[in-house]
């Protein structure tokens, strides 16, 4: 069983000051970890990715996470906010294991939502 | 490269009346999945598609959900007879094979509300 904590369901920041999104995941097999955002009215989009490479991953738009196997985290950070990062993000995670073909739904976070203000 | 389509946008309907929902999946992704995102709250998954078979309907109350995945293509998502408590956006996602490295590719969802 897999479970995503995304602690702070309202983040706000200033534009131009350092972004931290925290997630945390429980899981029985080793992760594959994922952070998406969403803007209104549309669906998710993918910002980065953990599978077991580097722990530390960059994304796109200067989002960066690191994966943190005995804190079971991986938050989401990026230096300086703009104010076009304000949308809904959130954390998920999937097993680790492909055998090809099995399921590898994603398990989500409650998210969280970021505020930017100028 | 055109993304995940899905329609209706929007939907409003009585409750115990049925509503059927379409997604087409990016061309070539083989793997097709269906979430359900209620207000405020992360997209749960309910059903994962793998071509034509279905890989994991774990999640799907299947007493009033249903859904297929004909030719391995094009999928519906159908709710007969709805629940108020089924008001939510319904996400299609596909990916390329399922791997759970490769990336779900999100449509833009289809708004639910039942009256």
């Known amino acids: 069983a897999q479970s995503v904590t995304q602690l702070g369901s309202h983040v706000s920041v200033s534009e131009g000051a350092l972004v931290l999104l925290r997630c945390n995941y429980s899981?029985?097999?080793?992760?594959?970890l994922f952070w998406y955002v969403q803007y209104p009215n549309q669906g998710l989009q993918l910002l980065l990715k953990?599978?077991?490479?580097?722990?530390l991953v960059k994304g796109i738009n200067g989002f960066e996470a690191e994966f943190k196997k005995s804190e079971t985290s991986f938050h989401l950070t990026k230096p300086s906010a703009h104010m076009s990062d304000a949308a809904e993000y959130f954390c998920?995670?999937?097993?680790?294991?492909?055998?090809?073909?099995?399921?590898?739904?994603?398990?989500f976070g409650k998210g969280t939502h970021l505020i930017i203000q100028p | 490269e055109a993304g995940v389509a899905q329609s209706p946008r929007y939907k409003i309907i009585e409750k115990r009346q049925s509503v059927a929902f379409w997604c087409n999946p990016i061309?070539?992704?083989?793997?097709l999945y269906w979430y359900q995102q209620i207000l405020g709250q992360g997209p749960k998954l309910l059903i994962q598609?793998?071509?034509?078979?279905?890989?994991?309907d774990s999640q799907l109350p299947k007493d009033r959900f249903s859904a297929e995945r004909l030719k391995g293509v094009d999928s519906t998502l159908k709710i007969q007879p709805a629940k108020l408590e089924d008001s939510a956006v319904y996400l299609c996602?596909?990916?390329?094979?399922?791997?759970?490295?490769?990336?779900?590719?999100f449509g833009p969802g289809t708004r639910l509300t039942v009256l």
């Open positions: 953990y599978t077991s490479a580097a722990t």
């Open positions: 598609f793998q071509n034509n078979g279905v890989v994991d």
């Open positions: 996602a596909s990916s390329t094979e399922g791997a759970p490295h490769n990336e779900q590719f």
């Open positions: 899981s029985s097999v080793p992760p594959y």
């Open positions: 998920a995670v999937s097993p680790y294991w492909y055998s090809g073909g099995g399921a590898d739904g994603l398990t």
């Open positions: 061309s070539g992704h083989a793997t």
